[in-house]
């Protein structure tokens, strides 16, 4: 199945975006544990949150939670602390996206995680119990997941736990978002330096309201900062969201899009700027890489972009899939050292009826659809269904944006 995009006569759009999965995905477990009575508003329809939804009120002790890694991280520490016997797999992809950091550490607190296949991959058999907790060590440089896998179910072990992070850390942001949403949900954790502490505490339930998806909003940005004439209002976000991804306001403002904030969103409009090259060291906000790099090459602006090493363990490996698609359209980037990826203006022949690739990773769907803002035929996207992951009403909310948007079968 693919869609061909094509360019709105005028762009026009105020979007209610979907709720963050990653708030939602944290609210379930923190919900779950504080045995919350209040159900959570806005949370999301995407598929990375259904999948938790239904293991969190399941009877079932085997769970299939497809292509969700916070699902699988945060599942496999919550369910290694509740009595019983669990299995959890995924897609044929989380079958081969790595957690050995993470059941290392939790076997080294006092529970009983084993692999059913692969060493060092799910699918996992859990045997749940109260956990000890104490003092451990683990790689900060891989996925901040398993970091806040742990820290979520921290204040219910025995002793509490501290936690000392080795090396680079990757996804500060989302670590942060852990330790705020747990903070609401009245649990304390002292992060200084690399060592990260949670005393034995108990949760406590409050009524919880997802914000909207900063991550998701970047497709806007990247159509604004695409197009001669929009007008873009973005529902639900906040400028001091509790969301890393809200950093990409400021580096789009680079690239010609100002932000305005409202009490209900956000205003997208033009601001005259335009940086010469971007550098950006994507560490932080890892998600928001591919809209940066499609959104330069589409402007002409060449691009250093480093921080990109966790790009390899994501849904695809992002780094060849960009390179791929781009080439395909006549851009040709360079990747060195697993985690750096540049655009000098290099060009190359482009193909006559290019169809996007999409890998079974939502984020190159949604990333590659401003495409059709500057090629005047559109752009032909594969598998577009893939943007069920984060953003499943995606493609309905750009045809009310005014795209045409035809199923090719
Ligand atoms: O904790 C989270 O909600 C997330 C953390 C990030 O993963 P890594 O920590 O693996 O970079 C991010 O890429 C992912 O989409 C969501
Ligand atoms: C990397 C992502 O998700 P996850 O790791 O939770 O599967 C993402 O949504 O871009």
New binding site residues.
Partial sequence: MSYVVKSPVSLKASIKLPAS??IC??ALILNALSYSPYEIRNLSDCDDTEVMVKALNSNDRDFDIKAA??AMRFLTAFLSKVVGEWTITGTQRMKNRPIKILVDALNSLGARVEYMEKEGYPPLRIFGSALQGGEISLAGGV???YI?ALLMIAPLMEKGLTLHLEGAI??KP?IN??LQLMEQYGVKADWSGQTIKVRPQDYHPIPFTVESDW?AASYWYSMMALSKNAEIELLGLFKNSLQGDAAGAKLFAQLGVGTTYTDRGVILKHNGNRTKKLNYNFVNE??LAQTFVVTCVLLNIPFRFTGLQ?LKI?ETDRIEALKTELCKLGYLLTDSNDSILEWNGERCEPQAHPVIATYEDHRMAMAFAPVALVVPEGIEIADPQVVSKSYPHFWEDLKKAGFIIIDNG
């Fill in positions: 999965k990653s995905n944290r890694g916070t996925s901040s997941q806040s990757i996804s989302y978002l852990t991550s890892p998600d966790s994501k």
